[in-house]
T-cell receptor, first 116, second 111 residues
Framework: ETGVTQSPTHLIKTRGQQVTLRCSSQ?????VSWYQQALGQGPQFIFQ???????GRGNFPPRFSGLQFPNYSSELNVNALELDDSALYLC???????????????FGEGSRLTVL | QKEVEQDPGPLSVPEGAIVSLNCTYS??????FMWYRQYSRKGPELLMY????GNKEDGRFTAQVDKSSKYISLFIRDSQPSDSATYLC???????????FGTGTRLLVSP
């Protein structure tokens, strides 16, 4: 059973650019969530995808968007990067909280984005 | 008021000490509680998961939930230098699976 994998691990962008981060979910997990973790803070929920549809979103502007593919992998796209977007971006996969599943979320190692 | 409050520390203890990490939360509807451990520049790793009041034990770790006080705790017995990390409490909201995290407590265990 493979865990959650994310790419790239590190990247540097400049203000105004766009970035795409990628995530492969744990085997069998059909729900993917993205979190932003600023330095010294707990992760903040960005959005969640289930069956290729966004089914929940946190307090992030529309320039944060995502996709989920039929194999349950996912992308996070951020347009018009700002300095405050510098953070660790975490992907988590899970099974739905239903049908006896406990809904535990398992995280990847993250993609560390620096915006200059 | 934040939904989940957690003292950021750092908390420094000697090897072998019993560590107590705590969080409070504001929404009495919360039902699922988790503790994650996060080493520097790594992703969070799920340590403990519980959904009822009371204690849950796993090796040197004990998670405690008091829903009447909206208080959750993680105890680490016989702490080791390898336990040095940031410990994040998290609450899973129902409806859709959103985790609300505390800020994390940085723990330092010295040999």
């Amino acid at each position: 059973e493979t865990g959650v994998t994310q790419s790239p691990t590190h990247l540097i962008k400049t203000r105004g650019q766009q970035v795409t981060l990628r995530c492969s979910s744990q085997s069998g997990h059909n729900t993917v969530s993205w979190y932003q973790q600023a330095l010294g803070q707990g992760p903040q929920f960005i959005f969640q995808y289930y069956r290729e549809e966004e089914n929940g979103r946190g307090n992030f502007p529309p320039r944060f968007s995502g996709l989920q593919f039929p194999n349950y992998s996912s992308e996070l796209n951020v347009n018009a990067l700002e300095l405050d977007d510098s953070a660790l971006y975490l992907c988590a996969s899970s099974l739905p909280l239903a049908g006896g599943n406990t809904g535990e979320l398992f995280f990847g190692e993250g993609s560390r984005l620096t915006v200059l | 008021q934040k939904e989940v409050e957690q003292d950021p520390g750092p908390l420094s203890v000697p090897e072998g000490a019993i560590v107590s990490l705590n969080c409070t939360y504001s929404n009495s509807a919360f039902q699922y509680f988790m503790w994650y451990r996060q080493y520097s520049r790594k992703g969070p790793e799920l340590l403990m998961y519980t959904y009822s009041s009371g204690n849950k034990e796993d090796g040197r770790f004990t998670a405690q939930v008091d829903k009447s006080s909206k208080y959750i705790s993680l105890f680490i017995r016989d702490s080791q230098p390898s336990d040095s990390a940031t410990y994040l409490c998290a609450i899973l909201t129902t409806g859709f699976q959103k985790l609300v995290f505390g800020t994390g407590t940085r723990l330092l265990v010295s040999p």
